[in-house]
Nanobody, 127 residues
């Protein structure tokens, strides 16, 4: 099995920054893509950002483009989400997800395409 553990969430004022981390352990794969999703109260889970195995390809939701940056360190089996210029509407539980992949370049943005999920970390942005 694969375990994904998110960290770095918390309470921040609007305009502030947070950096989320997601560490993968357990069963290993030769290649895997990673993604970040979020779910606000009363809303469906939505895609935030995705990154290919190589790290060279990324994809962002329009709502976070230019403010969030996804990156990864394969030596540490860790993916990051740097969140800047945070807004109250960014408040949600943030989840990381992993999809085994044969490709070094593919990025996925549908939650159904990811096989493994973390437990989530709360991000709260006050106005």
């Amino acid at each position: 099995q694969v375990q994904l553990v998110e960290s770095g969430g918390g309470l921040v004022q609007a305009g502030g920054s947070l950096r989320l981390s997601c560490a993968a352990s357990g069963r290993t794969f030769s290649r895997y893509a990673m993604g970040w999703f979020r779910q606000a109260p009363g809303k469906e889970r939505e895609f935030v950002a995705g990154i290919s195995w190589s790290g060279s390809f990324t994809y962002y939701a329009d709502s976070v483009k230019g403010r969030f940056t996804i990156s990864r360190d394969n030596a540490k089996n860790t993916v990051y989400l740097q969140m800047n210029s945070l807004k109250p509407e960014d408040t949600a539980v943030y989840y990381c997800a992993l999809r085994p992949s044969l490709s070094e370049r593919s990025v996925w943005f549908q939650s159904s395409e990811y096989k493994y999920w973390g437990q989530g970390t709360q991000v709260t942005v006050s106005s």
